[in-house]
């Protein structure tokens, strides 16, 4: 039986446990809600190990089962349109996304060298975190992926026991790309409600960041990334 739910579970790119349950009760299969837990956490749990003894193996499917688990980075690009920040052009913004709770990271960037985007990348880490955090599988795109071929991203990256996925299928990255479009719709409505130039992006992307997060989403059945952090926070077993 448990062909079945692999099956799907790689037609579907990786569906959360939730999504793959109904999945196939759709097709007719009558698994429990904690069968298709526990198969989920296997997937995660083999490719995890799998990516700690040969990091350059990790090529499949990796749902995250837990908060921090697994990010996924890219980079939006307003080179064209630099704007001020406490009187410095910023020409990029990192975007990092936990894939657990959706909980979305920014920080503008000066340009898009190693070593701006590693120190961008550590203060994500420091944030995310009060001793700082740092996930299992960090994921890529294709330009991301060139950060941790050689140099200190890499060595960052290797030091924090952290592995690097690049992405393979145009569904590799759906997070971060839906982020991304939430990213520029929310700037190009707050410079539409202040009326904006279009190089004034820079001061709005902390609080675009903390609007984002407040936003319900479809894939957390009506919750906000805030929300799913507070619950996972709190000792309230109502909540959980």
Known sequence: MDAVLQRIYDEENAPS???LYKLAR????????????????????????TAR?????VTGKFQATAANEKWQLDL????????QLDGVAQTHVLAVVDVFTRRGYLEPLVDKTKATVLEAYQRITERAGAKGVNPQVLSLDKEGATLSNDGAFEAFLDSKGTVVRRAEGRNDLAIIDGYMGRLGLELGRIRLKKKQRMNEWAPE????????NRKP???????????????????DPEEK
Do not use: W
């Open 17 to 19: 446990a939730y999504q």
């Open 26 to 49: 759709k097709e007719g299969f009558a698994y429990t809600k904690e069968k298709v837990d526990e198969f989920v956490k296997k997937q995660a749990a083999a490719q995890v190990l």
């Open 53 to 57: 003894k040969a990091p350059n193996r």
């Open 76 to 83: 939006l690009d307003r080179s064209t349109k630099p704007s």
């Open 205 to 212: 992307i902390a609080g675009v960041e903390r609007a984002l």
């Open 217 to 235: 989403m479809t894939t957390l059945r009506g919750n906000a990334p805030r929300d799913i952090e507070q619950a996972i926070a709190s000792t």
